[in-house]
């Protein structure tokens, strides 16, 4: 059995390059597999009801795909509800879940959580994960939500372009404190888009933190090999 993971492609009408490299990822996928999408999947996902040729293709192909799917939710695809993932045979999984990997407890998150110097995001994320909010934004007609997307993303492009980069990255006190709280020495995660191996991440000089990639120019994951987990970049 292979186990990957990956995160942050977000899939969009604008990016089908992304689209098609995902499509067939899944198809190089085989029945013995499992793969783990930490978040972002789709650039932005204003619900379960709401489709596109590009969210069919994706669908089926997540349907199609003979490996065994999880899936947690992200900043961008956060209203992604049991219908997507029952269609798709996908299991949605705890923000943040731990699995064994070789014997090894390993936690997986999207990540936004640990980026705590983020102030206005951290303001923000509360409200973006209630139910009740989700509930009444989900009670919005199609027309309206799909605004709210535009305007969220718009808002996000302006923060991210104001605000400095190691603003928006984890703070090393919320990754430690978190991975105490669950008692692991490794954790992956997505969402910075900082794609990097860290090791020694915790104060006795042990942890290990593995980040994925956005996918664009190229793509990322994380593969279980012969010598443990191994970050990879491939190209799209």
Known sequence: MQTYFISDLHLHDARPHCVDAFVRYLAERRSEDRLYILGDLFEAWIGDDF???MISRVKSALEQCPAELFMQHG?????????FAQTCGVSLLPEECVIDIAGDRTLLMHGDSLC????AYMKVR???RDPNFQSALLEKSIAERLQIAT??????????QSTDLDIMDVTPAAVIQTMHSHSVKTLIHGHT???FDHQNVLPDGTGRRLVLGDWNEYGWHITTGSTGLILERFTL
């Open 75 to 83: 900043n961008r695809d956060f209203l992604i509800g049991q219908e």
């Open 193 to 195: 888009h900082r794609p």
């Open 126 to 128: 509360p409200m973006l």
């Open 151 to 160: 305007d969220a993303r718009s808002e996000s492009s302006e923060h991210t």
């Open 51 to 53: 489709t596109t040729p």
């Open 116 to 119: 705590t110097k983020d102030e």
